[in-house]
């Protein structure tokens, strides 16, 4: 009996010694978080990210803040974010351009198959548009130009492994189009080239060309989602105007490293969410062209998973390589 009641008491002493470091153990979020935008400072990701954060900081009751990590197409800032710590304190924005990375780099030092998804923040469809000199007002109107006067026609290609400039190749590829692709650093200079005449189609986030297409200096004529853009929904998608199926948007989503607990996954997705269900929020993404969506991680790894499959077969097909 008296080994029993000694057995007793050292369990309960152990119990009481415990509870209080349980107690005292800290909850999560305990400190700053950050976002890893591999893009810079302005473009969509970055807004879409910054909008977020903002939101997420307020909910979370801590920091959140956007780090740029841009440079090799994205693969600097994708590389970081996978080494980091999987504690849920460093996420990055997935995109279509680093589903396309280990399809086209010669080496990466990461699986990406170990990225874990939280969720999908937004869809930005792309926007096809044409300089007003180019009598084209439809896509069947530039793929029968394309056809009946192979190379005349120039898009500006705002990176290779872009959604805009995949999108564009998918066309030329599906329709026998021979439209040039001339190259530029980035959307901005596309953009520049596009409504000085100096290129005749661009594609870019509806936001970018909106601003040119209400003051007459550019001409819509198609988007490259599933279903139309509410920024312009007067716009037929290229599915409407004879391509069937034909559907490649941009998107963004957090991902963190592997081995991030399910626990803070689940707090992470629930405050992105609960950001994207307010009107401001969905108000501001729609004026960014994005169509705000806050799917479940399961359902984000599944998107993810079939957008891999199409993104890697167009960029092996296309043999993009990155030096």
């Known amino acids: 009996m008296r080994r029993l009641l000694t057995r007793l008491s050292t369990m309960l002493l152990c119990l009481g010694m415990v ?3 349980a107690a005292q153990a800290p909850q999560y979020p305990s400190r700053p978080i950050r976002i890893i935008v591999t893009f810079s400072p302005g473009g969509t990701a970055d807004a879409l990210a910054r909008i977020v954060a903002r939101e997420m900081a307020g909910s979370l009751s801590q920091g959140v803040v956007v780090e740029n990590r841009s440079g090799a197409s994205g693969l600097i800032g994708t590389e970081y974010m996978a080494k980091a710590a999987a504690d849920g304190y460093t996420l990055g924005v997935n995109s279509v351009s680093q589903i396309a ?3 086209a780099a010669r080496a990466i030092g990461y699986d990406p198959r170990s990225l874990r998804p939280v969720t999908l923040i ?3 469809p792309g926007l096809l548009s044409a300089h007003p000199n180019l009598p084209a007002r439809t896509l069947q109107d530039v793929i029968t130009m394309a056809r009946q006067a192979p190379g005349t026609l120039a898009y500006g290609n705002p990176g290779s492994l872009s959604a805009a400039a995949l999108a564009m190749e998918m066309m030329k590829l599906q329709t026998g189009s021979a439209i040039a692709t001339v190259s530029y650093r980035g959307g901005g200079p596309a953009l520049v080239d596009l409504v000085s005449g100096a290129v005749q189609l661009g594609v870019s986030g509806p936001a970018a060309h909106l601003p040119f297409i209400r003051s007459g200096e550019l001409r819509a004529i198609a988007t490259t989602g599933a279903t139309r853009s509410s920024a312009v929904p007067e716009v037929p998608t290229f599915a409407e105007s004879g391509l069937p199926g034909f ?3 941009d998107w963004y989503g957090p991902v963190v490293p592997s081995g991030t607990p399910d626990a803070i996954i689940s707090i992470l997705h629930s405050h992105v969410a609960r950001a994207l269900s307010k009107p401001e929020v969905r108000t501001a993404l729609y ?4 169509e705000p969506s806050g799917m479940s991680p399961e359902a984000f790894a599944a998107f993810v998973a079939q ?3 199409k993104i890697g077969t167009l960029v092996t097909h296309l043999n993009i390589r990155l030096d």
């Open 247 to 249: 559907d490649l948007s």
């Open 122 to 124: 937004a869809t930005v």
């Open 307 to 309: 957008e891999t499959d």
């Open 101 to 103: 990375l280990p399809f």
């Open 19 to 21: 509870a209080p470091a």
């Open 287 to 290: 004026t960014l062209g994005a």
